[in-house]
């Protein structure tokens, strides 16, 4: 099985408060949008900077402060939706930045709010298999440069970010004790970026802005979600999933000593807490420092944790993700 050496994470400098949304936005009301999402605070990219760039600075913080690794690396595997180029992907181009051996394989995946879960599962697969030891998992987004600014149901919510996780073959019993994904592929236009791809390419057409019910503008170029569905989705299948894994693995819900699901917003993360009915003690909460910040948002939560001497040693901590695909993963890590 993996184990989780390390985290680290990178929050760009940009910050935008939901003070300054409320002066560009005076019609949007941000006392009631912070009760339901819990943001206050979210952190952008600048325009010239890259997912590509936030994740070179989060993977030097990790093999600066332990040299040695750099030269133990098997594998890289980047998890985004942020691409730099169409080819090649970023993972190829972070692997000649960080200067690694041409040994180390690397390759993207595309996925969102579950990658980190679904990452995970690859390089427990590939270490599994011997393929390889030690692998760098990073998660990097820059959902800023996706979101309309006059969309208020994506503008409150999403935040830029990277984190590099050091995932090492575990001999000491610790690490991943049971990963389960899964996929609701039918329900995939529920959080989508409609054009920009080879279904249907930019044009001056799929840049006409268009306002929804609740006067929300984008374009089909700009991230759009149903976050009615979403919430559905989330309420009816995670606490489900999650139940199965612990059922299988002979784990009552009590005995976790810590839950660390992505952090979508404050409403989804509250109801699943009541769904399944958990000391909201044992929930960890770090959205209103960083918002939703994707694919690393659950290992920048576990490195807070971690921090804040919420994970200890020999804890049993849950980890679950859902987001577009719609995709959703949970896994038991044993501390």
């Known amino acids: 099985m993996l184990n989780i050496q390390n985290i680290e994470y990178y929050l760009p400098e940009n910050i935008i408060t939901n003070d300054e949304l409320a002066l560009s936005n005076p019609e949007w009301d941000m006392n009631s949008i912070q009760r339901w999402t819990g943001v206050s605070k979210r952190f952008y990219a600048n325009p010239n900077q890259t997912a590509l760039d936030l994740a070179f600075i989060s993977s030097e913080k990790l093999l600066n402060d332990i040299e040695t690794v750099r030269g133990e690396i098997d594998g890289l595997i980047f998890c985004t939706q942020s691409n730099d180029h169409i080819i090649p992907p970023n993972s190829t181009i972070l692997h000649g930045m960080l200067n690694l051996s041409e040994d180390v394989f690397s390759f993207d995946f595309n996925l969102a709010c579950s990658g980190f879960i679904y990452g995970l599962s690859i390089a427990n697969g590939l270490i599994e298999t011997n393929v390889a030891r030690n692998i760098l998992l990073v998660n990097a987004d820059t959902y800023s440069k996706y979101v309309n600014d006059k969309d208020r ?16 073959k575990s001999d000491d019993g610790k690490g991943l004790i049971d990963i389960i994904c899964g996929t609701s592929g039918i329900n995939s236009d529920k959080i989508i970026i409609p054009a920009g791809g080879a279904r249907k390419p930019k044009s001056n057409k799929t840049s006409i802005l268009k306002e929804d019910q609740n006067g929300n503008l984008r374009n089909d ?19 489900k999933q999650i139940i199965k894994i612990l059922f299988k693995n002979k784990i009552k819900i009590g005995e976790i000593d810590l839950f660390v699901f992505h952090q979508a917003n404050k409403l989804v993360l509250e109801s699943l807490t009541k769904i399944l009915k958990i000391d909201p003690e044992k929930v960890f909460i770090n959205i209103h420092k960083v918002s939703n910040t994707v ?20 804890y049993k901590v849950l980890c679950s993700g859902f987001g577009a695909g719609l995709s959703w993963g949970t896994c038991i890590l044993q501390f």
């Open 221 to 239: 170029e700009n991230l759009q979600m149903n976050g009615f569905a979403v919430y559905s989705f989330v309420n009816s299948k995670v606490p």
């Open 295 to 314: 694919s690393a948002s659950i290992p920048i939560a576990l490195k807070e944790a971690q921090k804040e001497g919420k994970i200890r040693d020999g």
């Open 153 to 168: 149901s994506t503008k409150v919510l999403f935040g830029d970010a990277a984190s590099t996780s050091f995932l090492k």
